[in-house]
């Protein structure tokens, strides 16, 4: 398998977190078995080639929602991908719908904008452009709020930043991320600790590192959130896949 992530231009800064292409290269015979780790982001995927299920057959176009535990699914061997990592404030954006709506599903793309941008998706300058031109006037309020977020270690530290109550703050994560923000930053810790283990040397450092109490709290995190031990992740991962 093949993973291939690209960053998205300063101009979508806490609105996109990654474009990723994906090719199983394997055979067209074959179904291959993956899991994807939670990384606090909605996921909008064209498949190019191939076949894909999660629990069913998924189309050529479709959304992945926030999920709090591993995602085990199969791709057919020459199955390959295109999609947008989004930050669920940019897919409430862009979609008018409550992220709480996909929490631990996917769903069928059909909004033809939706369907126009994921056309683009294996050219980043050109979907950035047009999610720029989708999103107009919202982008950089969302940015501000996306900076609070993304740069803090704790809801106390999320609402100064925002300037909001805690009742606020509950009903902004609420309509725009769908999980609590303890919950919420709970993911983030977690993803930041599972892009980093490639290049981790010693775990308790690593650990201690992304603010985990210590290495047995991180253990208990990855096999919550990744299905097994951060060392075993660590030989198997591909990006925010599991092989």
């Given amino acids: 398998m093949e993973y291939r992530d690209c960053q998205p231009p300063v ?25 994807a780790t939670p990384d606090g982001c909605i996921e909008l995927i064209a498949r190019l080639a191939g076949q894909s299920r999660w629990t069913s057959a998924q189309p050529e176009r479709f959304v992945v929602g926030l999920s709090d535990a591993p995602i085990a699914f199969e791709i057919g061997g020459d199955a390959s991908f295109a999609a947008i990592r989004l930050w669920p404030w940019t897919w409430r954006a862009l979609s008018g719908t409550g992220t709480g709506q996909l929490f631990g599903r996917w769903a069928p793309v059909e909004d033809p904008r939706l369907v126009r941008l994921l056309d683009f998706a ?54 725009h991320v769908g999980v609590p923000p303890r919950s919420y930053l709970r ?28 290495q047995a709290h991180m253990a208990r995190e990855f096999r919550r959130l990744a299905g097994q031990a951060a060392g075993r992740a660590k030989a198997r991962s591909r990006g925010p896949f599991i092989s």
């Fill in 11 to 35: 101009s979508l800064d806490g609105l996109v977190k990654a474009f990723w292409t994906l090719d199983a290269g394997s055979r067209a015979d074959s179904w291959i078995e993956h899991q």
């Fill in 187 to 214: 993911l983030l810790r977690f993803q930041q600790a599972f892009e980093d283990l490639p290049s981790a040397e010693v775990l308790a450092h690593h650990a201690a590192d992304h603010g985990f109490a210590d």
């Fill in 122 to 175: 294996r050219d980043p300058d050109s979907a950035s452009a047009a999610l720029l031109e989708m999103l107009g006037a919202q982008a950089a309020p969302l940015q501000a709020r996306a900076r609070a977020i993304l740069h803090s270690h704790s809801v106390s530290d999320v609402r100064r930043r925002m300037g909001l109550s805690p009742r606020g703050l509950q009903r902004w994560f609420a309509e």
